[in-house]
């Protein structure tokens, strides 16, 4: 019998914690799972790695930061694939900086990307989901946003308003069994902590109980959780991956 595919979309899978999380849900075989990127060259890097790993997936170019790229992306996966029932909200960025010397272009380019985007593609999918009557959608916040950092005043905003846009949407679909969780990784071994300079890695490592930065592997066994069937009873939450650094 040939097994039933859903479709899986994860933003930002060209790499860390995106890719860890594509490669995840991959792994179960009644899956097809689409990752973004934003260049031609990093969607040809997501279906060259599903294809190395034998894995049932491909890449697409589509930016998060921008509407019709994600309307025309989330149109171009339907009819090559189906509606995506499964959304990982993964894309994100950071612009660093102290809010006095913030220039109001990191603040929109980070709430463009990191949250505006949320709103975008969940509601992009929204309709399909409906449809199905199943569908489960999963957005990746951050440790910041709960407890705040110096010099991050657009990120962690951005990372605070997905948990709150969690709660809410999940109140809203939980009727027709569409469940909408958060993810809030603490400091994870990618490039967005590799720049840092060695003094704040070392800092923030002191913070950290377990005693190491996280690999992308252990936030996507998490995402992989609240994508599945198992995890049929849990929405509105957010769950913390982050080696005790925050307990709440
Ligand atoms: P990363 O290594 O910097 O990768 C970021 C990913 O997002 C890349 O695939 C990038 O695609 C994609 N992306 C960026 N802007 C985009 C846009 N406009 N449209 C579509 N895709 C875009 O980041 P990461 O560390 O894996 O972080 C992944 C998520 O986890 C982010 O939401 C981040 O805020 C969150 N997080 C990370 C940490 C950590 O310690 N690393 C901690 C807490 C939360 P391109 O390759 O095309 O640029």
Redesign the pocket.
């Known amino acids: 019998m040939p097994i039933e595919k859903r479709v899986a979309l994860v933003?930002?899978?060209?790499?860390?914690?995106?890719?860890a999380i594509a490669k995840a849900l991959a792994s179960d075989e009644s899956l097809t799972v689409i990752g973004?990127?934003?260049?031609a060259e990093?969607a040809s890097t997501i279906s060259h790695y599903f294809a190395k790993w034998g894995l049932d997936g491909d890449g697409i170019v589509?930016?998060?930061?921008?509407p019709l790229s994600v309307s025309e992306g989330i149109d171009q996966i339907s009819s090559a694939y189906g509606p995506p029932l499964i959304l990982v909200n993964?894309?994100?960025?950071?612009r660093d900086g102290l809010l006095l010397r913030m220039k109001s272009d990191d603040w929109d380019s980070v709430v463009n990307?990191?949250l505006s985007?949320v709103y975008r593609t969940s509601k992009a999918v929204l309709k399909g989901m409906m449809k199905a009557r199943w569908g489960r959608i999963i957005n990746?916040?951050?440790?910041?946003a709960q407890m705040g950092n110096p010099g991050q005043a657009n990120?962690c905003a951005a990372?605070a308003g997905i948990e709150g846009f969690t709660r809410s949407m999940a109140r809203e679909v939980a009727t027709r069994d569409i469940t909408v969780n958060a993810v809030?990784?603490?400091?994870?071994?990618?490039?967005?902590?590799k720049d840092l300079p060695v003094d704040a890695q070392n800092a923030m490592l002191a913070r950290v109980p377990i005693g190491r930065l996280?690999q992308?592997s252990e936030?996507a066994a998490v995402v992989n959780f609240l994508a599945s069937k198992q995890a049929s009873y849990m929405t509105g939450e957010c769950l913390h991956v982050n080696g005790g650094m925050y307990t709440g």
């Open positions: 933003t930002g899978a060209s790499r860390g914690i995106g890719q973004t990127a934003t260049s990093g589509m930016d998060v930061a921008d993964n894309a994100g960025i950071t990307t990191n985007a990746i916040s951050s440790v910041v990120y990372k809030a990784p603490g400091f994870i071994e990618t490039d967005m902590t996280g992308a936030v």
